[in-house]
Structure formats: C-alpha cells, structure tokens
DNA sequence: CGGGTCGTTGACACATTTCAAGTTTAGTGG
DNA sequence: CCACTAAACTTGAAATGTGTCAACGACCCG
C-alpha cells in the first residue's frame, strides 16, 4: 500500500502475457514497472538507429518496425510489430540497438526499464522464460524472412509477407480475410528487400490474379488457402498458438533417467 | 560425491561459458547435465527440418550450419555455428525446429536435454540470462543477414560474409585474416540466397581484386579493412567482446530513482 | 485551392539465373 | 601408387526477373 498505484491494465494484451507464461503474481511485478504510455505520430523513430537505449518498447496500439540502412540509404525492414509485440527485445541485453525502431501508424508504446526487466527476471521464472521465449519467436520469424529473401521470387515474397501480417493481425474468420495494412507500398518493399515500383507491379499481378482485393488501407484475401500456398507460407513459424511452458512438470523424474540411459542417440 | 563423475572440460570453450555471464557453480551444473560428445561426419544432418528434438546441440569441434528449404527443393542457410556455437537454441522451448541442422565438417557435438537446461535455468540467473543472450546475439546476426540479403549486392553479401566468418572463425592478427572455410561455393550461395554458378564470378571478381586469395580451403584476406569497406561489415551485431553483465549491479537504487523520475522520456 | 505523399505506367538497363558443357580436385579401392 | 569416380569448381551464351529513370495521376490534408 504504498504512494504509487500503478495503471492497471497496461499490458494485458501484450504477447508477453498472453502466451501464458506468467503467473499473476509476475503479471502484477512487470505492470509496476511499466511506465506510462507514450504517444507516437505516424513514421517517426522511436528509437533510432545505433542509439543507445535502457528501455524495452511493448506496443500498445499501432504498428511500428525495426529497419536498418546499407551505406548508400538503402533500407530494410527486419522486423514488424503489430499490437501487442515487444519492438526491440534487444535492448534487454545490448546496450546499443543496431536497428532503428519507428512507428507504421499513430502508436501507442509503453517503456520497461532494462534493469527493471533483468532485476524481476533475476526473481520470478516465469519471466526470465517468456523473454527467452519471445527471442526464440522473433528468431524464428527472422530465419522465415532469410527463407523469403534467399529464395523466394518477388511474387511468392509479397504473398508470404501478406499471409503473415493478416495472421497476425487479425482473428482469422473461415478461409478470407480482412484487415488494415497500414505499410505503404514502399515499406513493404523495404521488407521484401525489392523496389516499391516492383511491389506494384507483383501487387497487380495479386489483383489480377484475384488473390487479394484492396480498397484504401483495407486489404481482403478472399482465400487464403491459395495466397499460402502461392508465399508457401505455413503459419508454424508465428508460433501463435503455443507457449506457455509453464514450470517444468515431470522435468525431474525424467531428466534423472535420461541421463542415465545411453539411449539419448534417439534425441 | 556420488558415483557419476563427469567429464569435466567439455564445455569450456562453449560461448555459452566464455561470455562471462555463469559462476563456476552454474558451468559446473551445465557440464553435469551434458550428454558425451558425439561425432559427426561431414554433411550430414544432426536434427532433420521438422524434427522434434529434446536437445539442445553445442559445436565442440567442426562446423555446422542451420538451414530451410522451399517447395522446390531451394535451400537457405539461416546459420552458421562455429565452434562454441550453439546450434538450435530454439529447442529449448520448441518442440519442432523449423530448421534442420546439418554439419558443415567433421564435427563433435554436445546434447543436453532441455529439460535438465529449463530447469537450471529455473534455478540459476546467470544460466536463465545467457539463454536469453545467445538468442539475442542470434537475433543480431539474422537481422544483419536480412539486410544483406534484401539490400546488397552479390559482390558486397559475399565480401560481407567472409568478413563475418574470419572475424569469427580466428583470433584477429593485425589487419590480414588467414583461416581455413569449408563452405563450398554452392552453401556460400545457399547463405547468400545466389546460384552457385555466381558466386564463383563475384569469387573470381574478389580473387581479381586482390582481395582474397585462396587455396584449397585456405582462405587469405590480406586487407581486412578492405573487404570490410566494400560488404560494409562492421563486426558489432556479432557481439563478439560484450557481453557478461553479470548480476544487476547498481540496479537497485538506480532502477528507483528511473523510476519516479518523469526524465525517462529522453530514452 | 495547393502541395506533398502515395500509387501507377512505360521504356530501357543490367544483375543474376539458367542451361550446358568442361576442367580440376579430392576421395576410394584395388 | 595408380585408376576411377564423384564432387567441386569454371566457363560461355542466352534468358529473365528486377531495378532504374522519369513522368503522370489520384488522393489527402491544411
């Protein structure tokens, strides 16, 4: 019962808490140490580029992304955070972000203090997990971009990334959907590492194709059965349905037997 | 004193352990949990893409790689891992990799379960902040992988990436780089998201420069510096000389006063 | 009404791929 | 140690996907 009554309900969309790692207790800890949410106008650096920052950025509202620059202004987008997502896990551990951070819409970011994270990590484990947890995630999103960029014709890219950012915007309904893509044609270039007059053109051809339906910011993928399977774009990698290792049930038993036994080959 | 005496310096070249972040205690509880070394021929694969895997693999000698294929058998190396390197970090809280891992070398590799690694983690700090280290470095390194897969040149991915493997492969003497690269020409182009066939020329074009000289799998960089310019390398997304922020230290206090101050805008 | 951002188009240039040989190197068994 | 084979590296010519440049139109907001 002390002076400072922390807003409650700050992060309660956060992935951080729905993926189901944390206790109440942990929730309530990371809530007191939220500080209060700041306003972004749209296309402006909430941290830039080789800055140095003490603070992890959870959005609340809007879409942000993480973006790096070659030497000649070349940019690239190497991450995309939509509500609910962590913008730059990193600063957890790194002193300086060799990324910028800058919204995609009007944005709403709530700040964590670094060492506030490390001290209730030290403390609670469910914490410490959830965060290794959302590096391994983004890990995973990243190795799926490399795939993207590497292999993937400019056609199968822009679809992938389409399939991906209406999975994770949006509740899917049935086999279409909807959703505000708020990425302009030329950060959707930066993203798929391609030039925003080639967007348009492999955005024609989606058109054409009637694999997606635009109207201002709102896009509708009437099947998505087929854009995913154009992108080659399976969802497994989002990991938006698991999480949630809690503690670590049998662990003990278990882990006593397998040590012992030689058949650990079979792993 | 109980009856299983383990083999002692099994990890001790680990970056798992060189970073700095574990107490004696923590390695020791680490090399009590791992499984005895396992050999490795060249080529082949330590965990198939869509595996499911109880294991978290560390490279003790050799080289690996992690990587993905497309429909039509396209293949994209996502990693490289050196000796030291953890291979599939993501084990730990996935049970299905999205990525095989297949040696690039003869190679030697260190299990341990992952559940015996969540539970140390559980009871160790030092162990838990590691984890969460070695994915963010893994982070760093994709991100950079991103940017120049999307954004450079043939001639700059593959100037870049030499630069990355020397720089990680060998202690840095002066401004030349001598170190021995088993990736053939088609796993470079498999990294860089290029055919084979034009990796050769920008190998060539390089050779042509002066820029490396190669014999055999010997690789030669007689001037760093140079090739650093031209694939705009800079080492620090490897985070090769931080890390180690051990315990909190000046945490506590300082964590109260950012916390009542209104200053922590200037983030 | 005016200025700026975003989307659209066309013609052309060029980096990279594809295909299809050839040559060298490394590994293996006799 | 040689012969044999497969893997790795080279080379050239032609095809093509994507970039570049430069202009124009649509739309939004003040």
Same mark, same amino acid.
């Given at each position: 019962?002390? =002076?400072?009554?922390?807003?409650?309900?700050?992060?309660?969309?956060?992935?951080?808490?729905?993926?189901?790692?944390?206790?109440?207790?942990?929730?309530?800890?990371?809530?007191?140490?939220?500080?209060?949410?700041?306003?972004?106008?749209?296309?402006?650096?909430?941290?830039?580029?080789?800055?140095?920052?003490?603070?992890?950025?959870?959005?609340?509202?809007?879409?942000?992304?993480?973006?790096?620059?070659?030497?000649?202004?070349?940019?690239?987008?190497?991450?995309?955070?939509?509500?609910?997502?962590?913008?730059?896990?990193?600063?957890?551990?790194?002193?300086?972000?060799?990324?910028?951070?800058?919204?995609?819409?009007?944005?709403?970011?709530?700040?964590?203090?670094?060492?506030?994270?490390?001290?209730?990590?030290?403390?609670?484990?469910?914490?410490?997990?959830?965060?290794?947890?959302?590096?391994?995630? =983004?890990?995973?999103?990243?190795?799926?971009?490399?795939?993207?960029?590497?292999?993937?014709?400019?056609?199968?890219?822009?679809?992938?990334?389409?399939?991906?950012?209406?999975?994770?915007?949006?509740?899917?309904?049935?086999?279409?959907?909807?959703?505000?893509?708020?990425?302009?044609?030329?950060?959707?270039?930066?993203?798929?590492?391609?030039?925003?007059?080639?967007?348009?053109?492999?955005?024609?051809?989606?058109?054409?194709?009637?694999?997606?339906?635009?109207?201002?910011?709102?896009?509708?993928?009437? =099947?998505?059965?087929?854009?995913?399977?154009?992108?080659?774009?399976?969802?497994?990698?989002?990991?938006?349905?698991?999480?949630?290792?809690?503690?670590?049930?049998?662990?003990?038993?278990?882990?006593?037997?397998?040590?012992?036994?030689?058949?650990?080959?079979?792993?």
């Amino acid at each position: 019962m002390a =002076d400072k009554s922390p807003p409650r309900p700050l992060l309660a969309g956060m992935r951080l808490f729905t993926s189901g790692f944390l206790s109440d207790q942990e929730r309530d800890a990371l809530e007191r140490a939220a500080l209060p949410p700041r306003p972004f106008r749209s296309g402006t650096d909430v941290v830039r580029e080789g800055d140095v920052t003490g603070h992890l950025h959870f959005l609340i509202k809007g879409w942000a992304c993480r973006y790096k620059t070659n030497r000649d202004g070349g940019r690239q987008i190497v991450g995309v955070s939509v509500p609910g997502d962590a913008a730059n896990l990193d600063a957890l551990m790194f002193d300086r972000l060799n990324y910028g951070v800058r919204t995609l819409t009007a944005a709403s970011v709530v700040a964590i203090p670094r060492e506030r994270v490390l001290e209730l990590a030290e403390q609670h484990g469910g914490i410490a997990r959830v965060l290794t947890w959302l590096a391994l995630v =983004d890990n995973a999103v990243l190795s799926e971009w490399a795939l993207c960029l590497g292999r993937l014709s400019a056609h199968q890219r822009l679809a992938h990334l389409l399939c991906e950012l209406a999975t994770r915007s949006t509740v899917n309904e049935g086999n279409a959907s909807v959703f505000e893509l708020p990425l302009t044609q030329e950060q959707l270039a930066d993203t798929l590492g391609l030039t925003s007059v080639h967007v348009n053109r492999m955005m024609q051809q989606l058109r054409g194709e009637q694999l997606i339906v635009t109207s201002g910011r709102l896009m509708t993928i009437p =099947d998505m059965a087929r854009l995913r399977d154009i992108g080659e774009f399976n969802p497994g990698y989002l990991h938006l349905e698991d999480g949630g290792v809690r503690r670590t049930p049998s662990a003990e038993v278990d882990g006593m037997r397998r040590q012992l036994s030689p058949r650990y080959m079979a792993c």
